[in-house]
């Protein structure tokens, strides 16, 4: 299997690309957003692959660092969605903010991109919900984005509070569950919670 791809972009699309390693050209099919990084046609370029092989084609998909490839191996173990549904998925939203959508259960903002429904969006959070918060290197915080109906304060208390869990040594799948059940079980009032009452009721559900 092709893992990653080192050569000259000879082509680029938002959709795919074209890299020549040695004389040989091969297509990668790459989101909105990892195009978006991708150096000058004629330049050198690096991407990580996953090799999709079938009866009747072998597909290379290109990922900009191993978290993205990750969260992309991730989705297309969701029934119903495919590779190209996937790339559609991470062009949508960026890692970061695909992760917090899935463990904060922010259906708004997942059935805002093209091609996820409901019911999509409902599995991604069921079946992924415990696992996007494992991505990350240990020691490195998300600065996710959360729900629109959230204030910008709420937002920032949420990530500070997750933070916090995470320096008193709780993984951060963790932390994220803890603090979705918070604002479960306290709705509108949550919006309007300080970073230590957050904390003080997330502990409570670790506990």
Known sequence: MIASLNGILRFKAPGSIVIDVQGVGYEVFISSRTYDLLPEIGEECFLLIHTNVREDAIT?????????????????????????????????????E?????????????????????KTAQRLCVELGEKVGRLAPPGVDRQ?????????????AVQDAVSALVNLGYPQHLAWQALRRV???????????????????????LA
């Open 60 to 96: 290379l998909f290109g990922f900009e660092n191993q978290e993205t490839k990750a969260l992309f191996l991730l989705l297309v173990t969701v029934s119903g969605i495919g590779p190209k549904l996937a790339l559609a998925i991470l062009s949508g939203l960026g890692s970061e």
């Open 98 to 118: 695909l992760s917090a959508a899935i463990s904060m259960e922010d259906y708004a903002r997942l059935t805002a991109i093209s091609g996820v429904g409901k």
């Open 144 to 156: 996710p984005s959360l729900t629109s109906s959230r204030s910008p304060g709420q937002g920032n």
């Open 183 to 205: 604002q479960k079980q306290h709705g509108e009032g949550a919006d309007t919670m300080v970073v230590e009452e957050l904390i003080r009721l997330a502990l409570q559900g």
